[in-house]
């Protein structure tokens, strides 16, 4: 029924009292949760409150003060009830009198009231400062996954190399020079064939990066044929560490060229040969 | 007085304030203090400070009632209820958070329309909500009176709106009155006075505008 907030006209119509139940409750509803629009009901409210006030004036009956006093449950007024009582002028006259007195009275309140206000700034603070800390909190929970993607990652890498480090060492394996058709160049990374692993990486570094539409392929010759090993990307430090299986049927390999191919890989050799692999084991087995 | 509060916010002054009563200068003081101060200090049960406050606003409250009721005994219960209410559970005022003379004021105004409907009263009296005030036979203070009660600033205003009041056309202050002191709504008052629900809406937004407007030339 209340979408928005009030307008000043609605605020008007509510505090005068003028609207219907229905709307009544919706907005008192709304004013529950809105602080917006409880500062314009109250202005509304001041209004409507002066306009009660603004009428004609009676005095009420003298009598009335008891019969309040003894509704309320006040039975014993004391001395300055009735001394009050004497009229307004006396009353006046006692003000100066005991102005020192007095003051000490409103120095006791000032107190009081300065407490509370502090009390309600610790409270605000203590609410900004949970806040705060939540915000803090949130940020270190971000920090934290993160940081477990990263340590994801890195236990990944640390398995991979770990699988790489058995491979170098192990006697099945064959470890050969990544060499460039640069003779300026000479070698610039390492093929590892592991039989036991099945597994066969090649590392390298001063790749230069390729444009757009193509890339670097790994190609091993065996039986006088190229099988492809798949397409590679160095990353931009010139750094490329690409891993796969062997390929089905093969448990050897004579030579092993990296070309450059159209992006995708090519299904048969075609670009020219930027690496050639020179096979380091029969060198350190002979 | 001067320690450290316990942060439990206004809910402590119940138990833990003490406020300095020096012997025989409990009302002479008060007098001078702000509504608020003396509610914070009838939430402690100063029975002084509930004196001063009753002095301060019997007269309006009485007179509102009055303008509702159109009956003096009915009234003076008003008086009496809001008054008891105002002693026996003055947190509900702290609670509202607005101005104590608006809160009063609805106090008094729900309380005696209460009373109204319970009593069938509405359409009925003479000289009730619906009549004329100022043409009761009743002894009657005009604010040009010496103002019985209430702060300076209080009068200042009351005599704003009065002036502004007096100033409105009779049907915009027919509708404002009728709406306040009537409790009738605004398709009471379009059923009451025969005329469109549009001309009463009007009415009302015209003259609370006014009544807003001339307040704040006042300020
Ligand atoms: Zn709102």
Known sequence: MLGEHLTQEQADEYAIGSLEPELERAIALHLAECPACRDIVRDAERLAALLAVSQPVRRASPRLRQRVLTAAGIRKPGPAWRAFTIGRAAAGLAA????????????????????LRSQNAD???????????????????????????????????????????????????QVAAVVSVDPSRGSIGRLVWDDDQKRVWFVASQLRQLPPGETYQLWVNSGGRYYSLGTFAPDDAGFARYETRLPEGITSYDTAVVTIERAGGSPTREGPAVFFVTDLSRLTRN | MDGNPTPAGIRNIDRAVEFPRPAGAELA????????????????????????????????????????????????????????????????????????????????????????????????????????????????FHPGDPDPSAS?????????????????????????????????????IAAYLHEPLGTIKTRIRLGMQKLRRGLERHR
């Not at chain 1, 005991?98 to 009081?112: I, P």
């Not at chain 2, 209820?81 to 106090?107: N, Y």
């Not at chain 2, 009351?158 to 709504?185: I, K, M, N």
């Open chain 2, 152 to 188: 300076a600033e209080l009068a200042e205003e009351r005599a704003a709106v009065r002036r502004a009041l007096e100033s409105l056309p009779a049907d915009q202050r027919r509708a404002l009155e009728l709406a306040y002191f009537g409790g009738l709504t605004q398709q009471e």
């Open chain 1, 123 to 173: 409270l605000q603070r203590q609410i900004d400062e949970a806040l705060s800390q939540k915000v803090a909190l949130a940020a270190l929970t971000q920090k934290l996954e993160d940081q477990e993607a990263v340590a994801a990652e890195l236990r990944e890498t640390l398995k991979s190399d770990s699988e790489l480090f058995i491979a170098l060492i192990s006697p099945s394996s």
């Open chain 1, 96 to 115: 100066i009198i005991v102005a020192a007195g007095a003051f000490s009275g409103m120095l006791g309140l000032r107190t009081q009231v300065n407490a």
């Open chain 2, 29 to 140: 003081g008060r007098t001078e203090w702000t509504d608020e101060a003396l509610m914070l200090a009838i939430l402690e049960r100063d029975q002084h400070a509930f004196a001063v406050l009753y002095d301060r606003y019997v007269d309006l409250v009485y007179s509102a009632a009055y303008r509702i009721l159109g009956d003096a005994g009915l009234a003076e219960d008003t008086v009496q209820d809001v008054f008891v209410r105002l002693w026996r559970r003055p947190e509900t005022f702290i609670a509202e958070r607005g101005r104590f003379i608006s809160w009063l004021m609805s106090v008094t105004r729900h309380r005696a329309l209460d009373e109204l409907r319970a009593r069938g009263r509405r359409w009925k009296r003479e000289g009730g909500p619906l009549g004329d005030p100022v043409e009761s036979a009743e002894p009657v």
